[in-house]
């Protein structure tokens, strides 16, 4: 049973949330993948959903999410990360994903 107090369209506002920040990075080419249609791939779904998770607190999912969509999508960036990030770039994944379990407790909601 659905608590009271419980807004209706919470999964839609998390989604028009994520959504909103997938197409302002598009948008302001933060990310210089070049035109918008560039933006929208499955590395960027993989971001996405990242947002998404992030937004639900579930923070290791938008950890995990976060760090295998920007992995492929790295070779199509015209920035690219130097080779002493690329070598730590999972170990530090790990340690993030270690912190997100963690902390995870602290974000998790009772259910009465």
């Given at each position: 049973m659905r608590d009271k107090d419980q807004n209706p369209f919470a999964g839609i506002a998390k989604f028009l949330i994520a959504l909103g920040l997938v197409m302002i990075v598009a948008k302001l080419d933060l990310l210089k993948l070049g035109e918008i249609p560039d933006y929208f791939t499955w590395q960027m779904l993989l971001i996405f959903f990242g947002i998404w998770s992030l937004i639900n607190l579930e923070l290791v999912s938008a950890?995990?999410?976060?760090?295998?969509?920007?992995?492929?999508?790295?070779?199509?960036?015209?920035?690219?990360?130097?080779?002493?990030?690329?070598?730590?770039?999972?170990?530090?994944v790990l340690v993030l994903t270690g912190l997100a379990f963690m902390i995870r407790p602290l974000f998790k909601k009772h259910k009465w």
């Open positions: 950890v995990l999410l976060f760090a295998a969509g920007f992995w492929f999508l790295m070779p199509d960036m015209t920035v690219q990360l130097s080779e002493t990030y690329t070598n730590i770039y999972w170990p530090a």
